[in-house]
């Protein structure tokens, strides 16, 4: 019987070994990741899907006399392009009329630059393949974060062998769906990129966008649930307008906004899904005021619903 018990312990501690050494492994790989975004030079295309809607986009990046370089042009439609010198950010648009109405485009690889994997090791467990796959011509290993709960979503990275750029990601749904797919068709690293490769485009309308510090106030609010691993990225409140103020989640991949306005009107639970991203509002009386609570993320509605009716005043606590 002692043997048996001692065999168990010994199996325990074998998988709880194993487990830890691949969440090491796999937190290596995506800290890899997100270095190689901006330390390495590329040029590509890649697609992005959500839901029904797909769009096509050119991305270039490069370090050229120590300044960084990147070109994001939407391919589709009327080919918006967004051109960041460090951190000077020019949008060009077809004509200064197009230039009022469009929306501006951004760039997906972006949102995994704040992973936090304390915070990851809380909401995921890693799945590291063995299986070598061929993206975009490029021999690529698929890393998979399994949700731990279910108030978020999987993820999927294909990550290149060379140098861990992400080459694919899935945004996966508790039966395996994708919701959400970044994909590159076409990659080359080490382009030969110049300084004029970055200019706006002869004939095209080019205004500079200047990052405004925003001003903060204090958060008097707070959540009486959240799924674990997510916590508050601001200490304070960020203000929007006179009336608006937003609070940034995040559970070190996923992050989700708060949009806080006073109303005069009690507005009833209704929420929008597209792709992976759920967008929830509602409008709740909360002491003495009647707030409109908006929660955009790309987590589930469930998720989004229960954190509209867990937002509640600090004097509450």
Same mark, same amino acid.
């Given at each position: 019987?002692?043997?048996?018990?001692?065999?168990?312990?010994?199996?325990?501690?074998?998988?709880?070994?194993?487990?830890?050494s691949?969440?090491?492994?796999?937190?290596?790989?995506l800290?890899?990741?997100?270095?190689?975004?901006s330390?390495?030079?590329?040029?590509?295309?890649?697609?992005?899907?959500?839901?029904v809607?797909?769009?096509?986009?050119?991305?270039?990046?490069?370090?050229i006399?120590?300044?960084?370089y990147e070109s994001l042009?939407?391919?589709?439609g009327d080919?918006?392009?967004?051109i960041?010198?460090d951190?000077?950010?020019?949008?060009?648009?077809?004509?200064i009329?197009?230039?009022?109405?469009?929306a501006?485009?951004s760039a997906?690889?972006?949102?995994f630059?704040?992973l936090?994997?304390?915070?990851?090791?809380?909401?995921?467990?890693?799945?590291?393949?063995k299986?070598i796959?061929l993206?975009?011509?490029?021999?690529?290993q698929?890393?998979?974060?399994?949700?731990k709960?279910?108030?978020r979503f999987?993820?999927? *990275?294909?990550?290149?062998?060379? #140098?861990?750029? $992400?080459?694919k990601? +899935?945004? /996966?749904?508790?039966? !395996?769906?994708?919701?959400?797919r970044v994909? *590159?068709?076409?990659?080359?690293? #080490?382009?030969t $990129?110049?300084?004029? +490769?970055? /200019?706006?485009r002869l !004939?095209?309308?080019?205004?500079?966008?200047v990052?405004?510090t925003?001003?903060?106030t204090?958060?008097?609010?707070?959540?009486?649930? /959240?799924?674990?691993?997510?916590?508050?990225?601001?200490?304070?409140a960020?203000?929007?307008?006179?009336?608006?103020a937003?609070?940034?989640?995040?559970?070190?991949?996923?992050?989700?906004s708060?949009?806080?306005e006073?109303?005069?009107?009690?507005?009833?639970?209704?929420v929008?899904?597209m792709?992976?991203?759920?967008?929830g509002e509602?409008?709740?009386?909360l002491?003495?005021?009647?707030?409109?609570?908006?929660?955009?993320?790309?987590?589930?509605?469930?998720?989004v619903?229960?954190?509209?009716?867990s937002?509640?005043?600090?004097t509450?606590?």
């Amino acid at each position: 019987m002692r043997k048996v018990i001692v065999s168990l312990l010994i199996t325990v501690a074998f998988n709880l070994a194993s487990a830890s050494s691949e969440s090491d492994t796999s937190l290596a790989k995506l800290t890899s990741m997100v270095q190689s975004f901006s330390s390495l030079s590329y040029q590509g295309v890649f697609v992005r899907s959500q839901g029904v809607a797909m769009n096509s986009m050119k991305i270039r990046h490069g370090l050229i006399d120590g300044v960084e370089y990147e070109s994001l042009i939407d391919l589709d439609g009327d080919k918006i392009e967004v051109i960041r010198i460090d951190d000077s950010v020019i949008c060009v648009y077809p004509d200064i009329s197009f230039a009022n109405t469009a929306a501006p485009v951004s760039a997906p690889l972006k949102q995994f630059k704040e992973l936090n994997g304390d915070r990851l090791l809380e909401g995921y467990r890693f799945k590291l393949s063995k299986k070598i796959e061929l993206i975009a011509g490029r021999k690529a290993q698929k890393l998979t974060l399994l949700p731990k709960d279910s108030y978020r979503f999987g993820h999927a *990275f294909w990550l290149d062998m060379e #140098n861990s750029f $992400l080459l694919k990601h +899935d945004t /996966l749904d508790a039966e !395996g769906k994708v919701l959400d797919r970044v994909q *590159f068709t076409d990659i080359s690293f #080490n382009p030969t $990129l110049k300084k004029s +490769d970055f /200019l706006p485009r002869l !004939g095209t309308y080019s205004r500079h966008v200047v990052s405004v510090t925003p001003k903060m106030t204090d958060n008097k609010w707070h959540f009486t649930w /959240l799924p674990d691993g997510f916590a508050p990225v601001w200490r304070d409140a960020r203000l929007l307008n006179d009336r608006t103020a937003m609070l940034l989640l995040s559970d070190g991949m996923t992050s989700i906004s708060v949009f806080v306005e006073p109303t005069d009107t009690i507005k009833p639970y209704s929420v929008m899904e597209m792709g992976a991203t759920t967008v929830g509002e509602m409008s709740r009386s909360l002491l003495t005021d009647i707030l409109r609570l908006t929660i955009v993320g790309e987590v589930p509605e469930k998720t989004v619903e229960k954190m509209l009716m867990s937002f509640a005043p600090r004097t509450m606590q």
